[in-house]
């Protein structure tokens, strides 16, 4: 079973838009990280973000972290046509044995027009 | 450095049939994770090897075998290929053992089973 749910489904923007991906989980956590995909393609880390951390940046990159609420967001600033991909959350699960075992969302398509 | 490579990457199967996906990594990683994606989901875990020598289950391991041959080495075998098992397939791999740390990903081996 997925241990994320993301929200939207599919976002379409223009560019030089701001873009919100929105991912909840169930479980406790070790960390939390972001992926992008692009179409046929392996997936890209972006930004990890640890279970004590409430906010990293990376570039255009902006992460956030409710642990009380079990859910994250990634914010991509003045985005561009070249951001066009799908975006996945991913949860490290608590506690020392988890071997770096990551359970994805379903993921986020977006849509960067020129 | 060639990250992660998959071979083959493309795969056409009769039902019934057997394969094995190779996969490699050239970063001296000690990690390494076969995942599954099916259209429309994100990534789901079907074996991991936390450093060399050892094998675990993932989300979905019924179907598969893996085999660690060395540490640079990690195969995924479908004994006897079923329509379900239809996907593509990435092969990731991470330096740390435990602990904290990005997964990269291989480009996927996209395996139709008919």
Redesign the interface.
């Known amino acids: 079973?997925?241990q994320?749910e993301e929200d939207p489904q599919a976002l379409s923007i223009q560019e030089g838009e701001n873009a919100t991906m929105n991912c909840s989980y169930k479980t406790s956590i070790?960390?939390l990280?972001w992926?992008r995909q692009n179409s046929?393609?392996?997936?890209?880390?972006l930004i990890?973000i640890?279970s004590n951390e409430r906010e990293k940046h990376s570039g255009r990159l902006r992460v956030t972290l409710d642990t009380s609420k079990k859910s994250s967001s990634l914010l991509i600033t003045a985005s561009r046509a070249a951001d066009t991909a799908s975006y996945?959350c991913?949860t490290?699960g608590a506690g020392?044995?988890?071997?770096?075992?990551?359970?994805?969302?379903?993921?986020t398509i977006l849509t960067v027009h020129p | 450095n060639a990250g992660v490579t998959q071979t083959p990457k493309f795969q056409v199967l009769k039902t019934g049939q057997s394969m094995t996906l190779q996969c490699a990594q050239d970063m001296n990683h000690n990690s390494m994770y076969w995942y599954r994606q099916d259209p429309g989901m994100g990534l789901r875990l079907i074996y991991y090897s936390a450093s060399e020598g050892t094998t675990d289950k993932g989300e979905v391991p019924n179907g598969y075998n893996v085999s660690r041959l060395n540490k640079r080495e990690f195969s995924l075998r479908l004994e006897s290929a079923a329509p379900s098992q239809t996907s593509v397939y990435f092969c990731a791999s991470r330096a740390l053992a435990g602990g904290l740390g990005e997964q990269f990903f291989g480009p996927g081996t996209r395996l139709t089973v008919l």
Do not use: M
């Open positions: 079973s997925q994320g070790n960390n990280q992926y046929g393609r392996g997936l890209v880390h990890l640890r996945f991913a490290d020392g044995t988890s071997y770096g075992k990551l359970t994805f969302g379903q993921g």
